[in-house]
C-alpha cells in the first residue's frame, strides 16, 4: 500500500510569492491534516479535512488556506509568502481522525524556503 | 487546552544503555497520548499509542511507554539503545472521541543522541 506522497519535496521561493503543496493520502483514506515544522515553534496544526470539508483549523493567517479533493487528495496554498514561512509542511492521512481513534500516517514533507 | 511538555531538548545515551524520553501533558479531557520518532528528512511514524485499557504500552523497534494519570506524564524507554535510534522523539496528546478534540498537540521534540 502506497504511503502519503507530498510534492514537492523541495521548493525555493521569494517573499510575496505564492506557493501550493500537494497531499496524495493513503488510499481509502479520508481525513487528511497539515502541520507546519519549524525549529522554533516546533510541530503547529494548520488544518484538517475530510470528504472535502475543512473540519478544524488551526491558528495561522488567512494567507494559509487548503482544500481537498473528492478523491481525497489535498493541497494547501501559502499567499504572500513571508521569511517566517520557511518551513517543513507536513501532510498526514488517516480514515477518520477523530479524537486519536485513527492513527495518522505522515509524509515526508514538503521544506519550503522563502529569500 | 492541551499542552505536551518534553523534557530536554537533547538527550545523549551509550549504545546498549536504558532510553529514557520525558513527557508530560495537561489536558482538560481524559487523554490519548502518542509517541512519534522523526528521522533526518523524512515525516512522523508511530512508535506507540496509548487510548484506554492497559497503561503499558509497547510499540515498535522495543520501545514502551506507560501512562501514568497521576503525574501526567507518559515518558518513553526502551532498556538498550542502538544506534539506529538516533532520531527526534515527539509526544503528542490528543483528547478522546466525544471530546471535540480531533488534532494532534505535539511537544517541542528531543532529539536522542547514541554513540558508541
Known amino acids: 500500500k502506497a504511503g502519503v506522497t507530498q510534492t514537492p519535496r523541495y521548493l525555493i521561493k521569494t517573499r510575496g510569492q505564492q506557493v501550493t503543496l500537494s497531499c496524495s493520502p493513503i488510499s481509502g483514506h479520508r481525513s487528511v491534516s497539515w502541520y507546519q515544522q519549524t525549529p522554533g515553534q516546533g510541530l503547529q496544526f494548520l488544518f484538517e479535512?475530510?470528504?472535502?470539508?475543512?473540519?478544524n483549523k488551526g491558528n495561522f493567517p488567512g494567507r494559509f488556506s487548503g482544500r481537498q479533493f473528492s478523491n481525497s487528495r489535498s493541497e494547501m496554498n501559502v499567499s504572500t509568502l513571508e521569511l517566517g514561512d520557511s518551513a517543513l509542511y507536513l501532510c498526514a492521512s488517516s480514515f477518520d481522525f477523530r479524537g486519536g481513534t485513527g492513527e495518522l500516517f505522515f509524509g515526508e514533507g514538503s521544506r519550503l524556503t522563502v529569500l | 487546552a492541551q499542552s505536551v511538555t518534553q523534557l530536554g531538548s537533547h538527550v545523549s545515551v551509550s549504545e546498549g544503555a536504558l532510553v529514557l524520553l520525558r513527557c508530560n501533558y495537561s489536558s482538560s479531557v481524559p487523554p490519548y497520548l502518542f509517541w512519534y520518532v522523526q528521522y533526518p528528512n523524512q515525516g512522523l511514524q508511530l512508535l506507540l499509542k496509548y487510548t484506554t485499557g492497559a497503561t503499558l504500552v509497547k510499540g515498535i523497534n522495543g520501545f514502551e511507554a506507560e501512562f501514568k494519570k497521576s503525574e501526567t506524564s507518559f515518558h518513553l524507554t526502551k532498556p538498550s539503545a542502538h544506534m539506529s535510534d538516533a532520531a527526534e522523539y515527539f509526544c503528542a496528546v490528543t483528547g478522546q472521541v466525544g471530546s471535540g478534540y480531533s488534532t494532534l498537540t505535539f511537544g517541542k521534540g528531543t532529539m536522542l543522541l547514541v554513540s558508541p
Open positions: 479535512y475530510f470528504s472535502e470539508t475543512q473540519r
